[in-house]
Structure formats: C-alpha cells, structure tokens
C-alpha cells in the first residue's frame, strides 16, 4: 500500500484529493506544503498531493517554490474539485464573531461573509482543517473549511455550499521522485520551470519557441527566484507529453536558452479542447487603436 502525504491536516480539500487520486493509499497529513514534499524527498512517503491553482486566486505559491528550491519532484498525475465550503461552529455555538480559515478559502467566501457575518473577524490559519480544530478547541467561533471536516473535528455545519462563484476550482497535483513517467493519452500536460537572463526579449524567445512547435501554453506564473530584485522562476504548462517529439523540442530549445528543471508530464484532468480563436478583422485594429488614444488622454485604463 503506498504512501501518500498530503498538505494536511485531516478534513482538507487535498485530502480528499489524494483519495480521489490514490484510492488504496495509506495517508500521511503534514502541516504544510513543504512538509508534505519533504515526505517523499527523505523517502517517508511514495508521492505527495498538494494543491497547485485555484480558478479564483490563481497559483498556489508555496508548491511552485516548493517544487523547486530542493531536489527535484515530478507530477505524475492531477485531479480538479469543485471548491464549496462548509461553515463549521462547535454544537453548542449561538454567536459568531471569528471566522477562521486558509486565506485563499477566506477569499473564495468573501462575499458571502460580508452579506451573512458583516461583524465577523477573519482570521487566516495554515489550512482549512486547522482552522477547523482551533474551532474545536474554543479558539475561533466559525471555520470555513470542507464539508468532511465536520467528522473529524465534530463540528456543527452551520451552513453548507457556500462560494461566491459556483464554478471555483482547485487543481490538486500527485508528485513523486523522478523515475516514471505516465504514458502519453493524448491529453496531456507538460510542467516547466525556466530562469531567463534579465535582458529584453528573454521570455519572448522562450514563447516563441512554443509558439513556432504549435503548442498551446495553458499557464504561465511568475516567481521570484530569492536571488535578487529582478531575477524571476517562470512556470510553465503546455498541452502535450514530454515523449512527444514537438514537446520534447521544444524542451530542448528551452533549455538551450535558459537554466530549467522539468516538473512532470501526466494526463490532464480538463480534457476539453482548447477554444480556437476568432481570426483578427479590421474592426479590431480600429477599437484597439481608439482604446489606446483613449488611454492616453486618461479618459479610461
């Protein structure tokens, strides 16, 4: 049975990622991103499930970095849930004035807060779940936080399904040592991190090495590399397989050009098509050039 961390603890959206991705895993929960990868770097764990981006506050800035600041780790899998939160209270609540949760889940409520607990402190905690157990211990009134919280923290669900997008997302990566690879399905996603020189047209050339192969870049952050003011990690996801030769390529041609490590190819857990797009007419040259006078006048941003 393997060993799986998790960014933790017990009652997390990655937890239930993790069981969605390794169904007969044995589940390790660590306090923090870092610890849950340093699990598998010191062999204690087999792979490691960590959230990576959110469809409402984007990237998720401790994976990226780290994935990248210690020995590396591959991506072998992914998994996207759709993020709706339970607000917990302990059984006998009958006034909320904090709420507790991870920020990017504070975030996703914010809304809902304002309209339903306008007096509510907020307070950022590590993870949903801890925000959970501080609830539990009479610290905070209210966490928000996953549904299945409420069984391993016995908690009251004061109120269930909330989100102020229905549609919010959280895509969750398996990582693991470097030394398999899933085979190519066909809808793939291929993981990068390039360090340009700071000097202009750098990361152009890098997109437009993607761009002469055809290949679709899906993401594309940015991070500071911790060196000095300027000098920036730059992550990339393309649609595609490291073993097909385009992408292979490509990866070549980038590592000609820049210092890189190579984070992952696995199946993709969105695999509808990209959207094309509409060719450009004149009316688009037009309303561009107009926008730009109208910018330059300080009549819009």
């Known amino acids: 049975m393997p060993v799986i961390s998790y960014f933790g603890p017990q009652g997390t ?129 209210a966490a928000v936080t996953a549904s299945v919280a409420a069984q391993h923290y ?37 993981s990068l991190m390039a360090v340009t020189v700071n000097r202009t047209g750098a990361l152009a050339e890098l997109l437009t090495e993607l761009s002469f192969r055809g290949i679709n870049l899906t993401r594309l952050d940015a991070r500071p590399a911790k060196t000095h003011i300027g000098q920036y990690r730059f992550f990339i996801d393309v649609e595609g397989h490291i073993a097909e030769p385009r992408i292979g390529d490509a990866v070549a041609a980038l590592h000609r050009r820049c210092s890189m490590r190579f984070l992952g190819s696995h199946p993709r857990a969105d695999h509808a098509p990209s959207a094309g797009e509409p060719p450009v007419g004149n009316e688009d040259f037009v309303a561009a050039t107009n926008w730009l006078e109208s910018v330059r006048r300080g009549e819009t941003v």
């Open 13 to 141: 959206f990655t937890e239930q990622a993790a069981r969605g991705l390794v169904p007969d895993g044995e589940f390790l929960p660590a306090e923090t991103i870092f610890a849950a990868l340093h699990a598998v770097r010191d062999g204690r764990a087999e792979a490691a499930c960590v959230p990576v981006e959110n469809s409402v506050e984007g990237p998720v800035n401790a994976t990226l970095d780290g994935l990248t600041e210690a020995t590396a780790l591959v991506a072998v899998a992914e998994t996207i849930l759709p993020v709706q939160f339970s607000v917990l209270v302990r059984q006998d609540a009958t006034d909320i004035r904090t709420v507790a949760s991870h920020p990017h889940a504070l975030a996703q409520v914010r809304q809902w807060l304002a309209t339903n607990l306008p007096e509510a402190e907020q307070v950022p905690t590590s993870s949903t779940a801890a925000a959970a157990q501080a609830v539990r211990r009479g610290e905070y009134d």
């Open 154 to 190: 016995e908690l009251r669900e004061f109120v269930g399904g909330v989100a102020d997008l229905a549609d919010a997302s959280t895509r969750f990566l398996l990582v693991r040592r470097p030394g398999w690879l899933p085979e190519p399905t066909g809808a793939d996603r291929t």
